[in-house]
């Protein structure tokens, strides 16, 4: 169910209710986009947004909020911007700042309203209305440099998930290993990866959303007409 606005949602009005918080979506996105208009931040629909904007002019009829994504240069430098230029009924949730332990990667929040949100296992999360902002880093194009990489961002992943049911046995084992080794430093082997994908330097990679699951690699070229 939807709590808006501070004020609970009945379950019969989910559809008008929804529309309410992608209405709400839509007006944080025009915030970001003024921030990063203002100070040169690149950024691009992601996820189910592009879905919804291919496919139905707009948002996916049930999804709840807008996927955003930008270059790891942007995104450090939107979060950096964020602490000094964001409308004050903002705030930033992730992993780094520790109001969001769940993610790897950011949520722009309306801090003026709740979302209640229904995650796998009947757990609830509690929240304000928000704009997810994905970020991609580059990834190597040779084997051993897509091995490491992939086992660094596994690794850290471990940092966040707590294993499910069906997983399999080594990778059971693998993420009790990440997780025992890790355990207490979560934050500085968090900041250890992140230094990897930043300081990697060569001609020949792809792009990626290494830290939110693996996506398809992306050729650069891509990016280049922002």
Not at 71 to 89: A, G, V
Not at 148 to 166: H, T
Request: charged fraction near 30%.
């Amino acid at each position: 169910f939807y709590a808006y606005g501070g004020r609970l949602m009945p379950m019969d009005h989910m559809e008008i209710n929804l529309r309410m918080v992608q209405s709400h979506c839509i007006n944080i996105m025009e915030d970001i986009d003024k921030l990063c208009r203002k100070f040169e931040i690149r950024y691009s629909l992601t996820g189910g947004s592009v879905i919804g904007a291919y496919l139905y002019n707009g948002f996916i009829p049930w999804d709840d909020d807008i996927d955003i994504m930008m270059l790891r240069e942007d995104y450090e430098k939107f979060l950096k911007i964020c602490k000094t230029e964001l409308p004050n009924n903002y705030s930033i949730h992730n992993f780094e700042n520790g109001k969001d332990k769940t993610i790897l990667f950011s949520k722009v929040v309306d801090e003026n309203t709740t979302l209640v949100e229904q995650k796998s296992g009947g757990r609830r999360v509690v929240e304000g209305i928000f704009v997810d902002i994905t970020v991609f880093d580059k990834f190597p194009r040779n084997k051993i440099g897509r091995f490491y990489y992939s086992c660094l961002c596994k690794a850290v992943q471990c940092c966040i998930d707590r294993g499910k049911e069906n997983d399999k046995f080594f990778e059971t084992l693998f993420k009790n290993i990440c997780r025992f080794m890790i355990k207490g430093y979560e934050n500085r082997f968090y900041n250890f990866v992140k230094r990897q994908f930043m300081e990697y330097e060569s001609n020949s990679y792809d792009y990626t959303e290494l830290f939110a699951g693996f996506t398809i690699p992306y050729r650069p070229e891509l990016f280049n007409e922002y």
